[in-house]
Nanobody, 118 residues
Framework: QVQLVESGGGWVQAGGSLRLSCVAS????????MGWYRQAPGKQRDMVAS???????VYADSVKGRFTISRDNALNTVYLQMNSLKPEDTAVYYC????????????WGQGTKVTVSS
């Protein structure tokens, strides 16, 4: 099993920045991709960004140029730097991980709430 613990959420005014962190522990040797998803009230959970162990990144169009995903494999940690935040970025942000060769994310954190006020 893999445990994911997020931190760094909070309240910020529009235009501000936050950095989310997610630490993985447990059976992490086979983890390849890690990512961030978010779910706003009344909406489905959507992918925000993902990063492979080799550093290949993918971003949702809505966050390109504003958010940056990175990871420190030695610390088993993935980060999401969020700049130029908008009220529509308000959501619960979830860290996710999946093993090499597995098509879907099968490990999830409990989420950290981000609120952006206008």
């Amino acid at each position: 099993q893999v445990q994911l613990v997020e931190s760094g959420g909070g309240w910020v005014q529009a235009g501000g920045s936050l950095r989310l962190s997610c630490v993985a522990s447990g059976s992490i040797a086979r983890i390849n991709n890690m990512g961030w998803y978010r779910q706003a009230p009344g909406k489905q959970r959507d992918m925000v960004a993902s990063i492979s162990k080799a550093g290949y990144t993918v971003y949702a169009d809505s966050v390109k140029g504003r958010f940056t995903i990175s990871r420190d494999n030695a610390l088993n940690t993935v980060y999401l730097q969020m700049n130029s935040l908008k009220p529509e970025d308000t959501a619960v942000y979830y860290c996710a991980a999946r093993n090499l060769g597995v098509p879907e994310y099968d490990y999830w954190g409990q989420g950290t709430k981000v609120t952006v006020s206008s």
